[in-house]
């Protein structure tokens, strides 16, 4: 793998189908794991195989559909999970399974009144068990963002000497801050040994609205493996979301990070999941939210319609959006009446303008927006339009 490449590990069909009332079945899992196959993503951790004999089905029949990605299969650092993962993901090109056990004081004590030197044997052990069934390992140690790091760096060493392959950090709880979270894996790149021959990767979580700054930083720092989510579905507040880290890397190409994400399939595979999941997306999200490329005020719209990059620093067009959308509201000035009027078969003089502009004002203070029937209707109050209306 190139040194700037940043491999997108999808976990839709596994954290985001947490998320209640989002359960799939396997018919419309298969659907969306092909279009994750077609998107380009690198891993579809596709589910958690000993959960449920339907996880288990699932996760068996993606394995035998994906043609390039790899596909994972999630797992406890318990040997009969680790077993049932591996007969689930026996169909697939290139299997993995992803084991692994919480490392944070927090977990060992409570979650499993434990002890540290324990918890490095268990992890070893699963990552050793692991390695008998596939060679693609990937460890996480839960709850790795409230770890400390002189603990979190010694467990990761003994995994890689079990046959980990790739490191997962997670911030489980959302806490970390952008700079504590690059500064962990900064840390690990720096003081664990054979950390060369791995790959460290992202799990962001959403709680306090930094999963993608925090992903961002963690490959800045060195990960080189984003754990993500269509539309950042997940439990809780969501993971990080697979559109905006991808788009984030596209547009700043001084970071010299690139991935293999189709980004002209992006906002159709964002309506397949928010559909089949019944989980629909707020309107001013991201990439892919209906108004990411929609301007109503007045000094934006004139802006935009002068040149697009104005206001706008990603083509709507290299997310799959057909063009940017200019919604008229009371907020709306005369540039933006005439470009929609235009749209729809108006050529306006500057007189004509005037005039229609105030018969829009009008409208528009008793209604949140014009739309185009309502061009039709405010046009029919301007004089002599006719003789020069185009259509």
Same mark, same amino acid.
């Given at each position: 793998?190139? &040194?700037?490449?940043?491999?997108?590990?999808?976990?839709?069909?596994?954290?985001?189908?947490?998320?209640?009332?989002?359960?799939? !079945?396997?018919?419309?899992?298969?659907?969306?794991?092909?279009?994750?196959?077609?998107?380009?993503?690198?891993?579809?951790?596709?589910?958690?195989?000993?959960?449920?004999?339907? !996880?288990?089905?699932?996760?068996?029949?993606?394995?035998?559909?994906?043609?390039?990605?790899?596909?994972? #299969?999630?797992?406890?650092?318990?040997?009969?999970?680790? %077993?049932?993962?591996?007969?689930?993901?026996?169909?697939?090109?290139?299997?993995?399974?992803?084991?692994?056990?919480?490392?944070?004081?927090?977990?060992?004590?409570?979650?499993?009144?434990?002890?540290?030197?324990?918890?490095?044997?268990?992890?070893?052990?699963?990552?050793?068990?692991?390695?008998?069934?596939?060679?693609?390992?990937?460890?996480?140690?839960?709850?790795?963002?409230?770890?400390?790091?002189?603990?979190?760096?010694?467990?990761?060493?003994?995994?890689?000497?079990?046959?980990?392959?790739?490191?997962?950090?997670?911030?489980?709880?959302?806490?970390?801050?952008?700079?504590?979270?690059?500064?962990?894996?900064?840390?690990?790149?720096?003081?664990?040994?054979?950390?060369?021959?791995?790959?460290?990767?992202?799990?962001?979580?959403?709680?306090?609205?930094?999963?993608?700054?925090?992903?961002?930083?963690?490959?800045?720092?060195?990960?080189?493996?984003?754990?993500?989510?269509?539309? #950042?579905?997940?439990?809780?507040?969501?993971?990080?979301?697979?559109?905006?880290?991808?788009?984030?890397? &596209?547009?700043?190409?001084?970071?010299?990070?690139?991935?293999?994400?189709?980004?002209?399939?992006?906002? !159709?595979?964002?309506?397949?999941?928010?559909?089949?999941? #019944?989980?629909?997306?707020?309107?001013?999200?991201?990439?892919?939210?209906?108004?990411?490329?929609?301007?109503?005020?007045?000094?934006?719209?004139?802006?935009?319609?002068?040149?697009?990059?104005?206001?706008?620093?990603?083509?709507?067009?290299?997310?799959?959006?057909?063009?940017?959308?200019?919604?008229?509201?009371?907020?709306?000035?005369?540039?933006?009446?005439?470009?929609?009027?235009? %749209?729809?078969?108006?050529?306006?003089?500057?007189?004509?303008?005037?005039?229609?502009?105030?018969?829009?004002?009008?409208?528009?203070?008793?209604?949140?927006?014009? %739309?185009?029937?309502?061009?039709?209707?405010?046009?029919? %109050?301007?004089? &002599?339009?006719?003789?020069?209306?185009?259509?």
């Amino acid at each position: 793998m190139q &040194n700037n490449q940043v491999q997108i590990f999808d976990t839709t069909l596994r954290d985001g189908e947490q998320v209640p009332g989002c359960k799939l !079945d396997t018919t419309q899992k298969l659907v969306i794991a092909e279009r994750l196959d077609l998107l380009g993503v690198n891993v579809i951790e596709a589910g958690f195989p000993v959960s449920s004999p339907g !996880d288990f089905k699932s996760v068996s029949e993606i394995a035998k559909i994906v043609k390039n990605a790899t596909v994972c #299969g999630l797992t406890r650092a318990v040997e009969n999970d680790i %077993k049932v993962a591996a007969e689930a993901l026996k169909f697939a090109k290139y299997p993995r399974i992803h084991t692994g056990i919480g490392t944070s004081d927090s977990h060992i004590k409570y979650k499993f009144n434990s002890t540290r030197d324990k918890v490095i044997e268990r992890a070893i052990k699963a990552v050793a068990y692991s390695k008998t069934f596939v060679e693609d390992v990937e460890f996480y140690a839960e709850d790795a963002g409230r770890t400390d790091n002189e603990f979190l760096a010694k467990v990761c060493e003994e995994v890689i000497k079990a046959g980990a392959t790739v490191l997962n950090i997670p911030d489980t709880t959302g806490y970390c801050l952008p700079e504590e979270y690059g500064a962990k894996m900064k840390y690990l790149r720096e003081n664990v040994k054979g950390i060369e021959n791995v790959t460290l990767s992202c799990h962001c979580h959403n709680d306090l609205g930094l999963a993608t700054a925090n992903s961002i930083a963690g490959v800045i720092n060195g990960a080189r493996q984003i754990e993500c989510t269509i539309n #950042g579905i997940g439990e809780r507040a969501g993971n990080t979301a697979l559109e905006e880290v991808v788009m984030i890397l &596209n547009q700043h190409p001084y970071l010299n990070l690139e991935t293999s994400i189709n980004t002209k399939l992006l906002y !159709d595979t964002s309506i397949m999941v928010r559909e089949k999941m #019944g989980m629909p997306v707020q309107p001013n999200k991201a990439i892919v939210g209906a108004n990411a490329f929609a301007h109503s005020s007045g000094i934006h719209q004139d802006g935009v319609i002068k040149n697009r990059e104005t206001y706008e620093i990603m083509d709507p067009e290299d997310v799959g959006v057909t063009e940017s959308a200019i919604v008229l509201t009371a907020r709306s000035g005369r540039a933006a009446l005439a470009y929609r009027a235009k %749209k729809v078969g108006y050529e306006l003089t500057k007189i004509q303008l005037d005039e229609a502009y105030k018969a829009f004002l009008e409208m528009a203070d008793q209604q949140k927006e014009i %739309k185009d029937e309502d061009i039709h209707v405010i046009m029919k %109050k301007v004089s &002599n339009l006719e003789k020069s209306a185009i259509a």
